[in-house]
């Protein structure tokens, strides 16, 4: 049964990098059938798609933070991860990994999820 | 960016309760049209994908419909299990965005 989880630190300071690794089990990463997500959920804006990598390294980024994210694929490891750079408090959010089928677009499975909290 | 919004926010309902919640697309979004199911402290889980098509394992009072720009989730009759916020997300062009969500609460 494929399985996500996601892992990396709970507190960011503002400024800095948020970073987070979503470990892959049950499957492949590298397949070409899906792409592979990272979406948050603040309070304030909702469920918010970040981006997307494949298999090959290609990625697929939010404009809406395009210029402060990094998304990347580890397929010896099995994982992929994201990089976002000059946090503020509104980056204080759960973050999800999930897979997303090519042809639906359907996400499925998630990660349970981290909290990341940006504060001093 | 396909803006989707949902109504109504949230309802109030009963044990056996019909109830529908629809999702609105701002431009033609074919069948991209996928819906899930939260509870508190859980991720999102997949419900319906492609406006109608019932995830595996799910339970069949769920059932979605729609085109282009208008969609529909019905649970035919509630369970408590199924007092939770619903999203719809569209899936036809990046970014893929989410509605806000729909709480069904208990009556």
């Known amino acids: 049964q494929l399985q996500l989880q996601e892992s990396g630190p709970g507190l960011v300071k503002p400024s800095e990098t948020l970073s987070l690794t979503c470990t892959v089990s049950?499957?492949?990463?590298?397949?070409?059938?899906?792409?592979w997500d990272w979406i948050r959920q603040s309070p304030g804006k909702g469920l918010e798609w970040i981006g997307s990598v494949y298999y090959s390294g290609s990625t697929d980024y939010n404009p809406s933070l395009k210029s402060r994210v990094t998304i990347f694929v580890d397929t010896v490891k099995n994982q992929f991860s994201l990089n976002l750079r000059s946090v503020t408090a509104a980056d204080t959010a759960v973050y999800y990994c999930?897979?997303?089928?090519?042809?639906?677009?359907?996400?499925?499975?998630w990660g349970h999820g981290t909290l990341v909290i940006v504060s001093s | 960016d396909i803006q989707m919004t949902q109504s109504p926010s949230s309802l109030s309902a009963s044990v056996g309760d019909r109830v529908t919640i629809t999702c609105r697309a701002t431009e033609n979004i074919i069948t991209y049209l996928n819906w899930y199911q939260q509870t508190p402290g859980k991720a999102p889980k997949l419900l319906i994908y492609e406006a109608s098509s019932l995830q595996g394992g799910d339970p069949s009072r769920f059932s979605g419909s729609g085109s282009g720009t208008d969609f529909t989730l019905t649970i035919s009759s509630l369970q408590v299990e199924d007092f939770a916020t619903y999203y719809c997300?569209?899936?036809?062009?990046?970014?893929?965005?989410f509605g806000q969500g729909t709480t069904v609460e208990m009556k």
């Open positions: 997300q569209q899936s036809y062009s990046s970014p893929f965005t």
């Open positions: 999930a897979r997303r089928g090519i042809l639906t677009g359907r996400l499925d499975p």
């Open positions: 049950g499957d492949s990463i590298n397949s070409n059938s899906y792409h």
